[in-house]
Structures are given as C-alpha cells and as structure tokens.
C-alpha cells in the first residue's frame, strides 16, 4: 500500500520560506508526483509537479518562487516555498502516480491517485 506523508507546513510572515516534505513508502518508483493545495471555499489546484524524467511545471502563482525536487534515494519529494504571500495559505497535499504521466497534465488533480494527508501552510500579511 502506498504511504505518502507531509511534513514542513507551519506558519510564517510574508516573505517568508517554508520547506515542505513528502515521504513515500510502499511501492516502487512513481512515473509523477506533485504538490497540491486547497484553501477553504475553493477547489484543490496544482502547485508543482515532477516526471520521472526530472521535467517540472509549475502553476504561474508560484513561478519564480517555489521549487520542487525530489531525492530517489530517500524516496522524498520537496517543496521549497520562497517570498511566501498570504493567497499561499492553504491545506498542502503530496500526490502520486504511478502509471504514465502526461506532461501536459503533471498539475491536474484527477490525474493522481495517491495522495498525503495533507499540511497546513498560514501566511500572515
């Protein structure tokens, strides 16, 4: 069975940085894994994604200011969270695939289908 756990979120000042985790465990290597969010009210959006391949996308909201990477060796995806705004608060999940993964489609929820629990990222002004 597929575990994926967060770990990182926190609460910080704007202009602040947070390193979020994503430990997986219980399954060989995923084809794409992503981070995702979901602020109260509104729908789960992409925040960035990786290919096995190493390609990344980003949403245009945190272009410049997030990075994602992952270590094989350790089985972790990362999320570093620079110049961080107050829109950023939200609920932050980890996501996996483990079949084909489409570039086009690295953000798209519905594509994934493993998924942490979730860590809260609160950004105050």
């Known amino acids: 069975q597929v575990q994926l756990v967060e770990s990182g979120g926190g609460s910080v000042q704007s202009g602040g940085s947070l390193r979020l985790s994503c430990a997986a465990s219980?399954?060989?290597?995923?084809?794409?894994m992503g981070w995702f969010r979901q602020a109260p009210g509104k729908e789960r959006e992409g925040v960035a994604a990786?290919?096995?391949?190493?390609?990344?996308r980003y949403a245009d909201s945190v272009k410049g200011r997030f990075t994602i990477s992952q270590d094989n060796a350790k089985n972790t995806l990362y999320l570093q969270m620079n110049s961080l705004k107050p829109e950023d608060t939200a609920m932050y999940y980890c996501?996996?695939?483990?079949?084909?993964?489409?570039?086009?489609?690295?953000?798209?929820?519905?594509?994934?289908?493993?998924w942490g629990q979730g860590t809260q990222v609160t950004v105050s002004s």
């Open positions: 990786i290919d096995s391949a190493g390609r990344t």
């Open positions: 996501a996996a695939r483990y079949s084909s993964c489409y570039y086009s489609s690295l953000l798209a929820p519905a594509d994934y289908n493993y």
């Open positions: 219980g399954y060989g290597s995923s084809a794409c």
